[in-house]
Each structure stands twice: as structure tokens, then as C-alpha cells.
T-cell receptor
């Protein structure tokens, strides 16, 4: 069966520090992968999506970047965190558009 | 640009009541619609997926309907329980591969014992 793993669950980082959040999917190949952010009191915002290795689309210009070094691995990064980067980050995947999305358990990031 | 609206924003009901959550979207060119549940501080759990060619889907006490032409979906919860308390989100996918989900703001449901 397919599973999605996301870590860490919680992260507190100082302003200006780097960030690396990792997401991996098991039990499937060539999934579509997504990074979403949910800020406090706001809806879910798509940050990046990827339909294949090294194929990444950015939805919102910002302080973050994404990489997909392997088929089932999706990484969200930042070189220097801002206070506004605080939020709940969710990774998601789906096999193709016929299927629904499956979300990971999320990472709560607090930038201090 | 696709916009998804959910009404009501919050709902409080006594245990055992049947209830309906509403979702509307502005662009009817969707591929499918998905209902999720989110518990506080947790990720999203998929409840039901409706393809654009379908009219409804059922899972246990949940029934979701889709009227693509009018841009509406409803989530019906029968015999509500305190464990149903959560935020319910609907989201639509456009008719292109790799495309994103567009989410509504959610309905926060509280079922009182």
C-alpha cells in the first residue's frame, strides 16, 4: 500500500536560518507531488508541485524553493527564513489526475 | 480563476442531528472534487472523491453530491457524533494533468454530546 511520510512534525527556527523539510512516498512510482502551506486562520496555499524528477512548478514567488532529487522524494527548502514563513506545511501526492490527493501529517514551522 | 466557497464557516449541532455542508465553485470545468477532514493541528484526511462525471459518492454516514453545471457540492453527514467535530474542506481539481487543488476556507463543525 502507498504511504506518505513527512518530517519533522514540529520545528522552531530563528529568523535567517535555513530550512529543509522532507517528504517521501512509498509504494508507488512517478507520483505527482505537492507542497501546501496553511497559515494561521487562512486557507491552504499551493507552493510547489512536481510531475517528475527535476520538474517543479512554483505557484507563488517567495522565500522558498523545492527540489525532487528522487522519484518519490520532495524537499522544501529556504536559505534564510522569514517570520512570515511560519505555518503548517503539508506534502501531498496522487498517482494521476483520476485519483484523489493523499496528504502527509504536516510540519508545524514556527520562525522566531 | 477558480474560487471555492464553503457555507457555513462554522456550525454547531447536537449529537444525532443530520447536517449538510455546502461548497460552491465558480469554474465548472473541474476534473474532480474532493472532501477532506482536518482535526486541529493535524493533516488532511480524504473523505470522498467525486469525479466530474459522477453525481454522488457515499462512505458510511457520509454522502457527497456534485452538480457540476451549477458549481455546487454538498456533504451530508447522517446521525452526527461528537467524533465528527473537525474542519471540513472541499477542493476541486481543474481539467489539466498535474494541476493543483483549489480549496475552500472550510466549515468548522462542532457536534455537542
Amino acid at each position: 500500500s502507498q504511504t506518505i511520510h513527512q518530517w519533522p512534525a514540529t520545528l522552531v527556527q530563528p529568523v535567517g536560518s535555513p530550512l529543509s523539510l522532507e517528504c517521501t512516498v512509498e509504494g508507488t512510482s512517478n507520483p505527482n507531488l505537492y507542497w501546501y502551506r496553511q497559515a494561521a486562520g487562512r486557507g491552504l496555499q499551493l507552493l510547489f508541485y512536481s510531475i517528475g524528477i527535476d520538474q517543479i512548478s512554483s505557484e507563488v514567488p517567495q522565500n522558498l524553493s523545492a527540489s525532487r532529487p528522487q522519484d518519490r522524494q520532495f524537499i522544501l527548502s529556504s536559505k534564510k527564513l522569514l517570520l512570515s514563513d511560519s505555518g503548517f506545511y503539508l506534502c501531498a501526492w496522487r498517482p494521476d489526475r483520476v485519483y484523489g490527493y493523499t496528504f502527509g501529517s504536516g510540519t508545524r514551522l514556527t520562525v522566531v | 480563476k477558480q474560487e471555492v466557497t464553503q457555507i457555513p464557516a462554522a456550525l454547531s449541532v447536537p449529537e444525532g442531528e443530520n447536517l449538510v455542508l455546502n461548497c460552491s465553485f465558480t469554474d465548472s470545468a473541474i476534473y474532480n472534487l474532493q472532501w477532506f477532514r482536518q482535526d486541529p493541528g493535524k493533516g488532511l484526511t480524504s473523505l470522498l472523491l467525486i469525479q466530474s462525471s459522477q453525481r454522488e459518492q457515499t462512505s458510511g454516514r457520509l454522502n457527497a453530491s456534485l452538480d457540476k453545471s451549477s458549481g455546487r457540492s454538498t456533504l451530508y453527514i447522517a446521525a452526527s457524533q461528537p467524533g465528527d467535530s473537525a474542519t471540513y474542506l472541499c477542493a476541486v481539481t481543474r481539467e489539466t494533468s498535474g494541476s493543483r487543488l483549489t480549496f475552500g476556507e472550510g466549515t468548522q463543525l462542532t457536534v455537542n454530546p
